[in-house]
């Protein structure tokens, strides 16, 4: 492992303090924290990449559709202009457009680089990359590989790193980025196994630590992912966040059993010829999108049941049922067979025979850390922000599709231009006071005499949150989340960590808590000062879409939340991003 290690005694503590060297550490190891330390091992750059969770379960796997890039292998007309066209005009013109075009300009690379590496894509008959339809895409541009695609691209970029002896350390919770006079010079934090403190000494830093999306009661995002570390550790350095108001809500997760809510049941239910229905039997998707109906989009399928459940026409768990049961037996197990053996395991539910009760959950967090178009770079000398961390290519509405390219994209450019930061570097500053800082604030977790637990207010903020800033909000709700999370902050400060012999995922919970309230506030926030309706954002004061508007809220603890407006759209894709758009679903899969 190409890093220097020492212990030292820690006063006060039991355990010595471990010390890590690399020149640029990776936070997170899901498909963006993995490409990027790929291309800094293949620039021959000493590269450290740290996480929370095994490498081989990250967020990345949970992907199923697909990965796009303009490749014309279906559809020859298609270009990476059409590609960011169609990215913007999705975005609710809320992207930023120079890191549309980077993204959609460089996505055929990515492609090549992962068939390079032994992605099994899945194949036309004269052997070229297949590509299909995805929901708001004008032509056929989506590659996959079955409906594994993140899983194969996760294991594409495992085997690529062992193969360069890329060091990973999946049991590395971090807490704190270290910072002197506004450069970075390392990262804080503990091993979860046994607890043992870790100072890392890095002249640059990637976050690559995801979303936040876990703070809402039902998500997709699995327990103790998506937690809103990115947020804490970026805004904590001198980092802002953007767009934090902006989470794409998926029309179906389920709501039991309960530490499984949220899991998600595929939109390809909807696709065979699923149908929603409220608990009064009715078929509602006829009020809100009578010529797509269940085929309409992610956002409006989703604001669809959020109203039938706000009305009181939902379950009396607060949910709505969709029915695949009225198809072929068949069609389902070789169709949805994903889908059939999930509610098996979980619910012991038959879905050729019974409805599935589910409701909107929260599933991707288009916002994130304020990022260059150029390279990514934070603003904070040394540290880069890649993947679900970083904000500016979805806006308001995501593309399907476009969160895997965006990770090899990104991945790449941010990698190259690391190494090139560290190697023009003469000299580093390494400040002991901001080293006592994080170790302080570990300390007092595990020998205070607080008497707060940190899943008991992780449970309140989800609820707080779901009630005052999910799919519709209003300004009085968002500001009665906010004296809630005022209070809630109050007990924050209670919290003590009791690690046991079982390892220290007490104290990893308490430091979740703490990226979950600044995430939280970020997002309630942003979500007042954007008095609009725009693609997922759905205000019922404001239902309008507003031309002032178009830009992002970009925030930090200090100054709160500040309107920034968007550059205009280049003339290499402009035209084709104001052109009309065809909205059919024939011959498409759904969003």
């Known amino acids: 492992m190409n890093t220097i290690a020492a212990t030292t005694d820690t006063p006060g503590s039991t355990r010595p303090e471990r010390l890590l060297s690399t020149s640029v550490l990776v936070i997170g190891t899901g498909g963006a924290g993995l490409r990027a330390s790929i291309e800094l091992a293949e620039r021959g750059v000493q590269v450290l990449a740290v996480g929370k969770r095994r490498a081989h379960d990250a967020h990345t796997t949970l992907a199923a559709g697909g990965i796009n890039a303009a490749l014309g292998t279906v559809d020859p007309e298609d270009s990476w202009q059409q590609h960011a066209a169609d990215t913007l005009r999705e975005s609710y013109f809320l992207a930023d457009p120079a890191i549309v075009e980077v993204v959609t300009r460089g996505a055929a690379q990515g492609i090549e680089e992962l068939e390079r590496w032994g992605m099994p894509f899945a194949r036309e008959d004269d052997g070229r990359i297949s590509q299909r339809f995805f929901g708001a895409h004008k032509y056929r541009r989506t590659c996959y590989a079955g409906d594994y695609t993140g899983l194969e691209i996760q294991r594409t970029l495992m085997r690529r790193a062992a193969e360069l002896r890329v060091p990973i350390v999946d049991t590395i919770y971090i807490t704190r980025l270290l910072v002197s006079d506004g450069r970075i010079f390392g990262a804080y934090g503990f091993d979860i196994v046994d607890g043992t403190p870790v100072v890392i000494h890095a002249d640059a830093v990637i976050l690559a630590a995801g979303g936040h999306t876990r703070i809402w009661r039902n998500t997709s995002s699995r327990r103790d992912e998506n937690t809103g570390d990115s947020f804490r550790l970026a805004a904590l350095a001198g980092a802002r966040i953007r767009d934090a108001e902006l989470v794409q809500f998926h029309p179906s997760g389920i709501l039991e059993p309960a530490e499984a809510a949220g899991t998600l049941v595929s939109e390809a239910a909807r696709g065979e010829g699923g149908i929603l229905r409220n608990a009064l039997g009715e078929r509602y998707m006829e009020k809100y999108d009578p010529e797509r109906m269940e085929l309409s989009t992610r956002d409006r399928v989703a604001l669809a049941s959020y109203t039938e459940i706000a009305e009181g026409r939902g379950t009396t768990n607060g949910g709505v049922f969709l029915d695949v049961s009225h198809l072929p037996r068949e069609q389902i197990l070789s169709k949805l067979p994903r889908v059939y053996r999930t509610l098996i395991d979980l619910q012991m539910l038959d879905i050729t025979e019974q409805p599935i009760e589910i409701a909107p959950t929260a599933h991707y967090s288009m916002g994130g850390v304020w990022v260059r178009p150029e390279d990514h770079g934070t603003g904070v000398d040394g540290l880069y922000a890649i993947g679900e961390a ?31 930061y560290v190697t023009g570097l003469t000299e580093i500053t390494r400040d002991p006071t901001a080293v006592a800082e994080a170790r302080a604030e570990m300390r007092a977790l595990l020998t205070g005499d607080g008497t707060e637990s940190p899943r008991r207010l992780q449970r309140a903020l989800r609820d707080l949150m779901t009630e005052h800033a999910g799919v519709v909000r209003s300004e009085a709700g968002l500001r009665e989340g906010l004296e809630k999370l005022d209070a809630l902050e109050e007990r924050v400060a209670k919290v003590t960590a009791h690690p046991d012999i079982a390892g220290f995922d007490d104290l990893a919970h308490a430091f979740d808590l703490f990226g979950s309230m600044l995430a939280a506030r970020a997002t309630l926030e942003c979500a007042v000062e954007r008095r609009e309706t725009r693609g997922c954002h759905n205000r019922s004061d404001f239902p309008e879409q507003s031309d002032e508007l178009r830009g992002n809220f970009v925030w930090s603890p200090s100054a709160g939340a500040v309107f920034e407006p968007l550059p205009e759209v280049p003339e290499s894709f402009r035209a084709l991003a104001y052109a009309d758009a065809d909205d059919s679903v024939e011959g498409k899969l759904v969003e």
Do not use: W
Not at 398 to 420: F, K, M
């Open 390 to 420: 970083s904000s500016g290519l979805h806006g308001a509405n995501r593309l399907g599709g476009n969160s895997l390219i965006e990770l090899l994209v990104y991945g790449r450019i941010t990698g190259t231009d690391a190494a090139e």
